[in-house]
């Protein structure tokens, strides 16, 4: 996703903001599972990172200790980076068992859109800075289209962690509205999606970038009724997490 920001927008990074995504995203994930005590879900995937907490521990030291390596060469951005740290951590901030974070559990009806915000941000906004660049009509709709994309995937996610959040006392959108507000909240991430992509058309981007843009999003909209009910791990890690990288595969291969 970092890589198709950069190839779209014909931005030049240095290859150590890479390093730092892969790094932090191990970190992030993992605190965020380790984090994790109980679930009622019984799919497979979620039933294996509640027997093994010392795998996540030891994926997660070794997510900050490469981030903190990657961070100190990337120092000169570190007003950025530690924005994107502060989104992450807020994301997963309500699990940690102290008295201290309790109230952040009655205001996580945003935890979706933080961690809508930190992929966009982190994929899509911070490459822009690394690069040194200011933004161009063209990055801030190829910006917006990427966060509501991604929100509306993040619905779904909700969906499937709905009785987990209830249990833990976390209030979502999905929790806060009946199923009728989420799937208008739903439709409304898709239709901006759509239009911010298209928005692109008008800053010179090509149709068919603009094309390859929309398609996860059209995707994502046909199966949004069967994911509603489905908890899969293969539909949930392999096809809606695939969705947010599906433009990118499809630009490389691509003549674009």
């Known amino acids: 996703m970092t890589w198709q920001s950069c190839h779209l927008l014909h931005l030049t990074i240095s290859g150590d903001y890479y390093w730092f995504v892969f790094f932090a995203t191990i970190c992030s994930y993992n605190f965020h599972w380790y984090l994790t005590h109980q679930s ?25 200790i490469g981030s903190l390596i990657l961070f100190y060469k990337l120092r000169q951005h570190w007003f950025g980076l530690f924005f994107a740290t502060l989104l992450t951590f807020l994301y997963s901030a309500p699990k ?63 969906f499937r962690d709905k009785a987990d959040d209830k249990q833990e006392g976390i209030r979502t959108m999905v929790n806060y509205f009946d199923e009728t507000g989420v799937n208008r909240l739903f439709v409304f991430s898709i239709i901006a999606c759509i239009i911010f992509t298209i928005g692109l058309l008008f800053s010179g981007v090509s149709l068919l970038s603009v094309l390859i843009l929309i398609i996860p999003g059209i995707i994502l909209y046909s199966i949004y009724p069967l994911a509603k009910k489905n908890t899969s791990d293969y539909l949930y890690y392999f096809i809606l997490d695939g969705l947010m990288m599906l433009s990118a595969l499809l630009m490389a291969v691509l003549p674009i």
């Open 40 to 64: 009622t879900s019984s799919a497979i995937r979620i039933q294996w990172s509640l027997r093994h907490k010392n795998a996540h521990l030891l994926f997660y030291f070794a997510g900050v």
């Open 96 to 158: 940690i068992p102290l008295p201290y974070f309790r109230f952040l559990k009655q205001v996580a009806i945003g935890k979706t859109i933080f961690l809508s915000a930190v992929w966009t941000y982190v994929t899509a906004i911070m490459p822009v800075f690394i690069a040194g660049e200011h933004f161009s009509h063209e990055m801030k709709w190829f910006a917006a289209s990427r966060f509501f994309l991604i929100y509306g995937i993040c619905i779904l996610f909700d």
